[in-house]
T-cell receptor
Framework: AQSVAQPEDQVNVAEGNPLTVKCTYSVSGNPYLFWYVQYPNRGLQFLLKYITGDNLVKGSYGFEAEFNKSQTSFHLKKPSALVSDSALYFCAVRDMNRDDKIIFGKGTRLHILP | DGGITQSPKYLFRKEGQNVTLSCEQNLNHDAMYWYRQDPGQGLRLIYYSQIVNDFQKGDIAEGYSVSREKKESFPLTVTSAQKNPTAFYLC?????????????FGSGTRLTVV
């Protein structure tokens, strides 16, 4: 089955520093990968996706993600973190073997320290 | 504006009672999904529906039931058979399961058993 793993439960970054939230995936075939963000007591919001094309994908709020096929990774990045970026981030993959449903990782809580 | 609405935002249930969570969308999406979110466990799929009058069990369907009588509505009933129902419940929708843009999420319902 397709899956994604987020190895870090929490990431702490000082405001203004670059941030990275890690994600690795396991799929058969070409992956459809997503990043979502969740603020407290809210639903998930779509940030960006990778389907095909350039390995560097740009998304909302200045976020980007780098697709690396050889390392099976799809890390989320931002050059300069803001306190308002503090939230829960989910990596996700479409599971081609299960009615194309999207499978979510367990989430990484990002704390931006002022 | 188009969107997906979940109600109520907070819900309290006594042990042994059934409760129904509402999910309505005006996005003309065919597919709808119910997830349960617990701290540290990410999102787990309860039920999904790809078309009116049809739905399938997800990974944790026991103790839950759904209906899909209208395209825009996908209510979730948490029955007394669900032994640990306290959680945050998220509803989502997409044009089809194959939609490359992923899912649109509601704002969630927090259910607490008292």
């Amino acid at each position: 089955a397709q899956s994604v793993a987020q190895p870090e439960d929490q990431v702490n970054v000082a405001e203004g520093n670059p941030l990275t939230v890690k994600c690795t995936y396991s799929v058969s075939g070409n992956p459809y990968l997503f990043w979502y963000v969740q603020y407290p007591n809210r639903g998930l919001q779509f940030l960006l996706k990778y389907i095909t094309g350039d390995n560097l994908v740009k998304g909302s709020y200045g976020f980007e993600a780098e697709f690396n096929k050889s390392q099976t990774s799809f890390h989320l990045k931002k050059p300069s973190a803001l306190v308002s970026d503090s939230a829960l981030y989910f990596c996700a993959v479409r599971d081609m073997n299960r009615d194309d449903k999207i499978i979510f990782g367990k989430g990484t809580r990002l704390h931006i320290l002022p | 504006d188009g969107g997906i609405t979940q109600s109520p935002k907070y819900l309290f249930r006594k042990e042994g009672q059934n409760v129904t969570l509402s999910c309505e969308q005006n996005l003309n999406h065919d597919a709808m999904y119910w997830y349960r979110q617990d701290p540290g466990q990410g999102l787990r799929l309860i039920y999904y529906s790809q078309i009116v009058n049809d739905f399938q069990k997800g990974d944790i369907a026991e103790g839950y039931s759904v209906s899909r009588e209208k395209k825009e509505s996908f209510p979730l009933t948490v029955t007394s058979a669900q032994k640990n129902p306290t959680a945050f419940y998220l509803c989502a929708s997409s044009h089809t399961a194959l939609n490359p843009n992923g899912y649109t999420f509601g704002s969630g319902t927090r259910l607490t058993v008292v």
